[in-house]
Nanobody
Framework: QVQLVESGGGLVQAGGSLRLSCAAS????????VGWFRQAPGKEREFVAA????????SNGDSVKGRFTISRDNAKNLVYLQMNNLKPEDTAAYYC?????????????????WGQGTQVTVSS
């Protein structure tokens, strides 16, 4: 069992930066791939980024490439999402998820555990 808690969301102006954190409980966290997704009102949950269990592989969604970076610290059971050059269209609730299968890393179907989300709002 893995429990996930996101933090770091907030209100930021366009062009600004935020760093989201995903804190995990459970001794086996380092054996799971972890992904970030986001969901804006009235829209489907969208893949943002993912990182393999060791941190050796990453994947980013097309809309955030070159702006967002995912990383992890397995010693602290933390995964981060550094978001730079934020745009109003990045406004959404951001969720981390764990236990993904790498072949389904961009799909919500590939994940077993989900956090409750943290809101990111980017003003123009």
């Amino acid at each position: 069992q893995v429990q996930l808690v996101e933090s770091g969301g907030g209100l930021v102006q366009a062009g600004g930066s935020l760093r989201l954190s995903c804190a995990a409980s459970g001794r086996t966290f380092s054996s799971y791939h972890v992904g970030w997704f986001r969901q804006a009102p009235g829209k489907e949950r969208e893949f943002v980024a993912a990182i393999s269990e060791s941190g050796g592989r990453t994947s980013n969604g097309d809309s955030v490439k070159g702006r967002f970076t995912i990383s992890r610290d397995n010693a602290k059971n933390l995964v981060y999402l550094q978001m730079n050059n934020l745009k109003p269209e990045d406004t959404a609730a951001y969720y981390c998820a764990a236990a993904g299968r790498w072949g389904l890393i961009t799909s919500t179907r590939g994940y077993r555990y989900w956090g409750q989300g943290t809101q990111v709002t980017v003003s123009s």
